[in-house]
């Protein structure tokens, strides 16, 4: 069946540094979202990309779609602490629009 | 609006035990779900529903229940709690548009604890 893959898993760095997460997915997608959890909440949705190559911004954070719509990253610039939380991808199932396959999500976490 | 709601937030069972989790949502969504949260192993759905009155199985459906009678709510049931069902669930709820798969809009989760 088709496969959300993220890496990596666990992310630590320093605020300031930068972080990136990559969303690779088994099968072609018709889009991708990007959804964020802080520790102890429940994910929000941040964006969705939908066409090849696709690139978007919100202030400190890009997110990008390949080419090949079968990957995605999500790319965060000087990070800061309210940045600390699980960023997960998802697309939907091929055989099923109304689902979305979730990745296993990247646990970032910033030093002050 | 209260956006998607969850009752309880959390609770502690009896292996053996039954319970039923209730989702709510004011946004007059067509989609609802069901999933589980493990650590290090994402979200993974246990059911969904494209309709009231209509459910289908997820990921890992099994040990669970589920049913949408009214639109706006949707029931999760254990009928015989394990301790494997220890998790934290999240309910969520979408709206269909043609050719794009809409966000998801979460609950705030129920954590379950199964002795």
């Not at chain 1, 540094?17 to 429940?42: A, M, V």
């Not at chain 1, 090849?52 to 999500?74: C, D, I, M, P, Y």
């Not at chain 2, 459906?61 to 009214?70: A, C, E, I, Q, T």
Request: aromatic share 10%.
């Amino acid at each position: 069946g088709q496969q959300v893959m993220q890496i990596p898993q666990y992310q630590h760095v320093q605020e300031g540094e930068d972080f990136t997460t990559y969303c690779n997915s088994s099968t072609t997608l018709s889009n991708i979202q990007w959804y964020k959890q802080r520790p102890g909440g429940h994910p929000v949705f941040l964006i969705q990309l939908v066409k090849s190559g696709e690139v978007k911004k919100q202030k400190r954070l890009t997110f990008q779609f390949g080419e090949a719509k079968k990957n995605s990253s999500l790319h965060i610039t000087a990070t800061q602490t309210t940045d600390v939380g699980t960023y997960f991808c998802a697309g939907p199932e091929e055989t099923s629009g109304s689902r979305l396959t979730f990745g296993e999500g990247t646990q970032l976490t910033v030093n002050p | 609006n209260a956006g998607v709601t969850q009752t309880p937030k959390f609770r502690v069972l009896k292996t053996g035990q039954s319970m039923t989790l209730l989702c709510a949502q004011d946004m007059n969504h067509e989609y609802m779900y069901w999933y589980r949260q493990d650590p290090g192993m994402g979200l993974r759905l246990i059911h969904y529903s494209v309709g009231e009155g209509t459910t289908a199985k997820g990921e890992v459906p099994d040990g669970y229940n589920v049913s949408r009678l009214k639109k706006q709510n949707f029931l999760l049931g254990l009928e015989s709690a394990a301790p494997s069902q220890t998790s934290v669930y999240f309910c969520a709820s979408s709206y269909p548009r043609r050719g794009v798969q809409e966000t998801q809009y979460f609950g705030p989760g129920t954590r379950l604890l199964v002795l």
